[in-house]
């Protein structure tokens, strides 16, 4: 199949800049695989659309896992390129969007031993970190909030990032999966190739390093 590339020879994405919400909801088992054979019979409308369905997903994992802005979008570009070149090792056992998951997780801690090899540690607090579709939605419905308030949620936002980027990158991704981005234990364990007692075991001692990074604003019942 052609690849669908931009015009600087990049792989091209639905959007000019990636958005901070995934682009449509998740797909069923029976829907990816129409759109996966789609996109193996070459359909370059077809990629576009899945690019289109989880764009959003990959760019807010990657930024919550590296706290990099930039570097997150690099790897989106990343994954989407591993997506085209592997989709034919998509067997559907698990869902598309968790095999993208995985991808993402994988294509983060290859970049992070980047850095580390090189000494660089690019890990820091993001402005404003993207939230999942589920969390927007929940934010939707709040009452407007004042400049004051605002400004206080997004320094609230911006401790808890800290906090998480001062985990350990297991810990960090456990989390990030299943309190952001809402996957069930079972689907965190697929896509960390792990056993589902892992994970459980991962996830509360993660919780637990959270908590001890995140004493004073547990004490003052601010955490966002």
Known sequence: MSKPMDRNGGLRMSVGEIPLETAGGAMGSTADLVLV???RRGDPEAFARLVALHEGMVFNLAARLL??????????QN??????????QFQ???????????????????RRRWWQSRSREKEEPLDDTPTSPHARGL??????SSPFHETRRRERARRVQEGLLRLSFD????LVLREIEGLSCEEIAHTLGVAGGTVKSRLSRAREALRRELGDLLREGEVP
Do not use: M
């Open 37 to 39: 054979d789609r996109c």
């Open 67 to 76: 706290g990099e802005v930039e570097e997150a979008r690099d790897v989106a």
């Open 79 to 88: 994954v989407f390129l591993h997506v085209y070149q592997k989709l034919s």
């Open 92 to 110: 559907g056992r698990s869902a598309l969007k968790t095999w993208i998951y995985r991808i993402t997780v994988n294509q983060c801690h290859n």
């Open 139 to 144: 934010a939707d419905e709040r009452p407007q």
């Open 171 to 174: 810990h960090r991704t456990v």
